[in-house]
């Protein structure tokens, strides 16, 4: 079974960097899947950041782009969000999660972490 | 800037059915916008329902279908039981970037 779990810093303070890394169990992140971050504003929706091919092909929300960075590291099996300048408009619940080839979905998710921007 | 849009709200009776769309700004949905559907209960995390317009996991409930109806995506729930109230939200796929609908909190009363 695949599980997914993030970790990182729960507060950020404002015009600094939000680091989280998620490490990946059940499955290898070389195999053919993306790897995304999803957030959700507390009483909120849910916003796609971006995600990343396990080639490092990487996809941004054209709104955070210029401040988002997704990475992955094959030796530790784990990604990572980097997100720059941040303000209070990004404290969310961050979640990462595996996303199948071929549109075949979203079905794994990490249990999410709070990042308190303030 | 591409906006997705579902009903904030709906309201269905135990054993009654109801359909949740999902529109897109720039025109109708089709299946090359590879809809998701996904459930999420209070304090929990969001749970796969539906991929690729009308593609169930192994976990989704029978009663839960996706389709496309009038030039949106579609999460029809038949038979609704108590444990359906939820948020549910859409998600569409635009060549390099996905995006999510504002969700619909489906209340059963």
């Known amino acids: 079974q695949v599980q997914l779990q993030e970790s990182g810093p729960g507060l950020v303070k404002p015009s600094g960097t939000l680091s989280l890394t998620c490490t990946v169990c059940g499955d290898s992140i070389t195999y053919d899947n993306w790897w995304s971050w999803v957030r959700q504003p507390p009483g909120r929706g849910l916003e796609w950041i971006g995600e990343?091919?396990?080639?490092?092909?990487?996809k941004y929300n054209p709104s955070l782009k210029s401040r988002v960075t997704i990475s992955i590291d094959k030796s530790k099996n784990q990604f990572s969000l980097r997100l720059t300048s941040v303000t209070a408009a990004d404290t969310a619940v961050y979640y990462c999660?595996?996303?199948?080839?071929?549109?075949?979905?979203?079905?794994?998710w990490g249990q999410g972490t709070l990042v308190t921007v303030s | 800037q591409t906006v997705v849009t579902q009903e904030p709200s709906l309201t269905v009776s135990p054993g009654g059915t109801v359909t949740l769309t999902c529109a897109s700004s720039t025109g109708a949905v089709t299946s090359d916008y590879s809809p998701n559907w996904f459930q999420q209960k209070p304090g929990q995390t969001p749970r796969a329902l539906v991929y690729?317009?009308?593609n169930k996991h192994s976990w989704t409930p029978a009663r839960f279908s996706g389709s496309l109806l009038g030039g949106k995506a579609a999460l029809t729930l038949s038979n609704v039981q108590p444990e359906d109230e939820a948020a549910y939200y859409c998600l569409l796929y635009y060549g390099d970037s996905w995006v999510f609908g504002g969700g619909t909190k489906l209340t059963v009363l």
């Open positions: 999660v595996r996303v199948l080839t071929a549109f075949q979905g979203f079905p794994n």
């Open positions: 690729s317009t009308s």
């Open positions: 990343i091919s396990h080639g490092g092909t990487t």
